[in-house]
């Protein structure tokens, strides 16, 4: 079953708002530690709330948001500004149309490059640990070694993925102006008298 | 002596918590969520820090015309670039979730500003940061990374 498309800001706020509460729990009472996946997790949440935060404009309808928030969150946080230009007037089913079909070709696009990390939670938290220590009571030379190893093998990993995203964000930000220019000249195509 | 930090950052969230793991590290921090503030803060509405903690996907609000600031995408490069106007060599950490290059590319870097990606810089790894770039500053030793 494919993943569902339509996202309400109040579904995924619920979610940033129960991980946060359980975070500064554990923040606080582990003095300021946390684990990495988390982290991410936590800032994918919050960049979807403000995501909707800026999108839910007045000047917007209601369905057309969710079409373009559907498609647009998995921007990141690169497409907020392109949606500042967004003033569309109200909506009618040929925009939705055109809406519907970028949606879907973004969709496909983002199917095939969902960042999936393969760095595993217990490198991860070797990692994290032993930086927590040189932060607090510092490191003797071969723990040194250890985290100056993670840290290549860490980034071995990630750079390779980094490349793909500023492609694909590319890639993302150009379809966007693309679907802008195709929405906004519907609009006016079908607000003439 | 607590050294004392400057955050420019219109997000709160998990930029709280970068706030609560440089107290916990007795650091005096104060954090300012819009480019007014930011911009009279430069000009001395409040002293000096010993480091700036600057975002760069920011609303421009009225004082920094939409264009200039790509749309928001580089607000905290004009940002930078007003900072660097009053405070020429104060340490800088640009942390941001942009990654695009073209826009990247349009920050003037300087041996006393260093960049960071958000997603990969926990609450304690800031604070290791800054205590890094700080020691770097003041006794010139061996590069931080």
Redesign the interface.
């Known amino acids: 079953m494919p993943p569902a498309l339509i996202e309400t800001r109040e579904s995924v706020r619920a979610k ?1 708002d129960a991980l ?1 509460g359980q ?2 729990a554990e ?2 009472a582990k ?4 684990d ?1 996946l988390t ?2 997790r ?2 994918t949440l ?2 979807r ?2 995501f909707h935060d800026v999108i839910e404009s007045p000047a917007l309808s209601r369905a057309l948001i969710n079409d373009l928030s559907s498609w647009a969150i998995s921007c ?3 497409a ?3 949606l ?2 967004l003033e569309l007037p109200p909506h009618d089913m040929r925009v939705r149309e055109v809406a519907k079909a970028a949606r879907l070709e973004l969709r496909a696009v983002f199917d095939e490059i969902e960042p999936e990390t393969a760095w595993t939670d217990a490198l991860s938290q070797e990692q ?1 640990d032993l ?2 220590k ?2 607090e009571q510092g490191l003797n030379d071969d723990e040194t070694v250890r985290l100056e190893e993670l840290k290549a093998l860490h980034e071995a990993h ?1 750079a390779p993925l ?1 490349r793909q ?2 492609d694909a ?2 890639k993302h ?1 150009q379809r966007i102006e693309d679907l802008i220019a195709e929405i906004t000249a519907e609009c006016a195509t079908s607000t003439q008298p | 002596m607590s050294k004392s930090v400057v955050i420019i950052d219109d ?1 709160h ?2 930029t709280d ?1 970068y706030v ?2 440089l107290r ?2 007795e650091f005096e921090v104060r954090h300012i969520d819009n480019v007014k503030d930011a911009l009279a803060h430069f000009q001395g509405d409040g002293s000096t820090p010993d480091i700036y903690i600057l975002d760069l ?1 920011m ?1 421009p609000g009225d004082e920094i015309k ?1 264009e200039e600031s ?4 580089s607000t905290g490069i004009v940002l930078y670039r007003r900072l660097r106007e009053k405070h020429p060599n104060l340490p800088v950490i640009i942390l941001t ?5 073209e826009i990247l590319g349009l920050l003037p870097l300087d041996d006393n500003t260093r960049r960071e990606a ?3 810089v ?4 800031l ?2 940061k800054i ?1 890094e770039t700080l020691t770097y500053d003041r006794d010139n030793a061996a590069s931080f990374n």
């Open positions: 940033f946060w975070v500064v923040f606080e003095r300021g530690k946390m990495r982290w991410r936590l800032r919050e960049a709330v403000r990141g946080r690169d907020f500004p392109y500042y230009r994290d930086i927590m040189r932060l990630l980094d995203f500023v964000n590319k930000i | 997000e969230g998990t918590l609560k793991a916990m590290a996907m609303p939409l790509g749309f928001g995408l979730s942009v990654s695009n290059p958000k997603i990969d926990m609450p304690f790894e604070v290791e205590k």
